[in-house]
């Protein structure tokens, strides 16, 4: 039986574990999130015994980590410290690390200059940016990190996109109707199921190799002609088409007119053919690419299953609702929110050690915070500094203001 956790308020609660740099004065905050749905926490117990060794004083809420099952006495045996208070949280801290975006509410209770981490979201949340330029706070968007090799270990979007393309696979077997495996049985041969995974990004990557590893014939089919050997060498059959729509980024380009034609021909016949397909195609800033049309989807078998992991941004399938499952002609269409936190033990770790990696920027040889952001990472992922929104595009969304 463990030993219950005494959760006291921050001035009654003595500072613990070594303190060998001159990062001792940054106080790091983490607090529990309060977004529906949401079970990740921003940092995992095995990361804040780095963090407290390197100097910092990392103050958790209170079971901020319950719902990703990491328990207030691991955090402490860790070297953090449990707050009750929200409030005292929040007060005197110099860095505060996040899964979801914080709130206007948040904002008001942070000192000026206090630097926010975490997934930021500005096109829903622009009253928030707004007011973090009043308050001059400090804000790092993590779906800005670029992608170079040596933001690799930085990488939120990827990592989390892991867990969406493991759960989107899981969600899809769990409401096909088939077995997916081929069966050899005393009643018969069961024929394995066809999954077709449309967009091989991170995503639409682990989704193939989890539908794999249960047995499925598994297709897949990305606008990158690179992807393919990708494809190919999880196992996978990858659709060809005479299209190289590689974009900047890793990302793809948009189609031309001819190109979506040939494009949506290929894939119909590919999606009516399928027990369960799952779609990852997006691109940055834009609405998603729409793949399977409501006519496409009259021609798949009653039964199968529709996994949009695109819905948040329209969805890739022109009858998907985001957040909700819905029923076409005996095809189930799932719009999920927030995959990720459907298994939030391990995509809290791995983001944690995504915000970990990324401290590491913020801190000179030294020990001390940075005074200016001059690495290339940490200027392409600046959302908010000393008053300013330094993204383009929001700053735009804001009509030109906070410039």
Do not use: W
């Not at 996109?161 to 096909?176: M, S, V």
């Amino acid at each position: 039986m463990s030993t219950p956790v005494i959760v006291q308020e921050l001035t009654d609660i003595t500072p613990a574990g070594p303190k060998i740099s001159q990062a001792i004065s940054v106080v790091i905050a983490i607090p529990k999130e309060q977004a529906p749905g949401e079970q990740r926490v921003a940092t995992v117990p095995e990361v804040v015994q780095k963090l407290t060794k390197s100097g910092y004083e990392v103050r958790i809420e209170h079971n901020a980590g319950s719902n990703a099952y990491y328990d207030d006495n691991l955090f402490v045996a860790a070297g953090a410290k449990i707050v009750s208070s929200r409030i005292d949280l929040l007060k005197g801290a110099r860095i505060v690390l996040r899964v979801q975006p914080p709130t206007v509410s948040d904002v008001e209770q942070l000192d000026e200059g206090t630097i926010i981490i975490g997934f930021m979201n500005m096109t829903n949340n622009l009253p928030v940016v707004a007011r973090m330029c009043d308050r001059k706070i400090t804000a790092f968007a993590l779906e800005l990190v670029p992608r170079i090799s040596r933001a690799q270990s930085m990488d939120a979007l990827s990592s989390q996109a892991t867990a969406a393309g493991y759960t989107a696979a899981i969600l899809g077997a769990d409401n096909c109707p088939k077995f997916l495996p081929m069966l050899t049985t005393a009643a018969g041969t069961i024929r394995p199921a066809t999954v077709l995974i449309l967009g091989a990004g991170v995503a639409g990557l682990m989704a193939i190799a989890t539908a794999k590893r249960l047995g499925a014939v598994v297709e897949a089919y990305d606008v990158r002609r690179a992807a393919g050997e990708q494809v190919r060498s999880l196992g996978a059959k990858f659709l060809e088409l005479e299209i190289n729509a590689e974009g900047a980024g890793g990302y793809a380009r948009e189609l031309t007119a001819e190109e979506k034609a040939k494009e949506q021909q290929m894939v119909s016949a590919a999606v009516a053919r399928a027990d369960i397909v799952i779609t990852t195609a997006a691109i940055p800033g834009r609405r998603a690419p729409l793949l399977v049309t409501k006519e496409t989807v009259a021609t798949m078998r009653p039964g199968a299953v529709i996994v949009d992991l695109a819905a948040e941004s329209g969805g890739n399938c022109e009858l998907t609702q985001y957040g909700k499952t819905v029923q076409e002609q005996g095809v189930m269409i799932i719009g999920p929110q927030n995959l990720p936190a459907r298994v939030p033990f391990h995509s809290s770790q791995m983001y944690a050690k995504n915000l970990q990696s990324f401290l590491a920027l913020l801190v000179d040889k030294e020990g001390a915070l940075v005074k200016e952001f001059s690495d290339e990472i940490l200027v392409a992922s600046l959302l908010v500094h000393e008053g300013k929104v330094h993204h383009g595009p929001t700053r735009d969304l804001l009509g030109g203001e906070k410039i």
